[in-house]
């Protein structure tokens, strides 16, 4: 069975500086990956996602992630982070032919000034 | 184009009562999924619906269930309540299946009494 395992349940960090995410998934078929961001009391939004091909994703709001399939990792960064960016980051996964996406527990990213 | 919108936001029932939330997905998107958003359980997957027709659905209790109806729009129930029910139950929807961008709508936030 697929599963979702975000290392980090918080992360602070200082305006400005990097931050990388973290995200491991097991699955013993095809998987596509995906990140989402949820702000308080918001829904959740797309970052990023990965279906196939390149292995380095750029999603919005200047977020990338790197698909590693030997290590099974999703791990999503950013070089400069902004106050803004604080929210929950939610790692998923959906396996290929499935009908349902598997969510990570959730990091919360706390950028400090 | 609107987004997906979920009624209502907000909602207080008690114990034993039933309930039905409703979402209304983007237009042209035919897949919607259901799911429950608790602080001790994170994001769980509830139910998946396309062209009416549930085609996954995650390890809930009998007493959650959902439709849809021929213009995607869905609803789903939640039937003798319990005090565990309390959670934002998020309503996703996306063009054809889980591999598409899924869009969600800012939930419903369900309390229990």
């Known amino acids: 069975a697929q599963s979702v395992t975000q290392l980090d349940s918080q992360v602070p960090v200082f305006e400005e500086a990097p931050v990388e995410l973290r995200c491991n998934y097991s699955?013993?078929?095809?998987?596509?990956l995906f990140w989402y961001v949820q702000y308080p009391n918001q829904g959740l939004q797309l970052l990023l996602k990965?279906?196939?091909?390149?292995?380095l994703v750029k999603g919005i709001n200047g977020f990338e992630a790197e698909f590693n399939k030997s290590q099974t990792s999703f791990h999503l960064r950013k070089p400069s982070v902004h106050i803004s960016d604080t929210a929950e980051y939610f790692c998923?996964?959906?396996?290929?032919?499935?009908?349902?996406?598997?969510f990570g527990a959730g990091t919360r990213l706390f950028v400090k000034a | 184009k609107a987004g997906v919108t979920q009624t209502p936001r907000y909602l207080i029932k008690t114990r034993g009562q039933q309930v039905t939330l409703s979402c209304s997905p983007i237009?042209?998107?035919?897949?919607v999924s259901w799911y429950q958003q608790t602080p001790g359980q994170g994001l769980q997957f509830l139910f998946e619906?396309?062209?009416?027709?549930?085609?996954n659905k995650g390890n809930f209790p009998g007493r959650f269930s959902g439709r849809q109806f021929s213009n995607s729009r869905s609803e789903m129930n939640v039937s003798t309540l319990e005090l565990g029910d309390s959670a934002l139950y998020l309503c996703?929807?996306?063009?054809?299946?889980?591999?598409?961008?899924?869009?969600f709508g800012a939930g419903t936030r369900l309390s229990v009494l």
């Open positions: 996703a929807s996306s063009q054809a299946g889980l591999v598409d961008i899924q869009y």
């Open positions: 699955s013993s078929v095809s998987v596509y």
């Open positions: 998923a996964v959906s396996e290929d032919g499935g009908f349902k996406t598997i």
């Open positions: 237009s042209g998107h035919r897949s």
């Open positions: 619906y396309f062209s009416e027709t549930q085609r």
């Open positions: 990965y279906l196939s091909g390149s292995t």
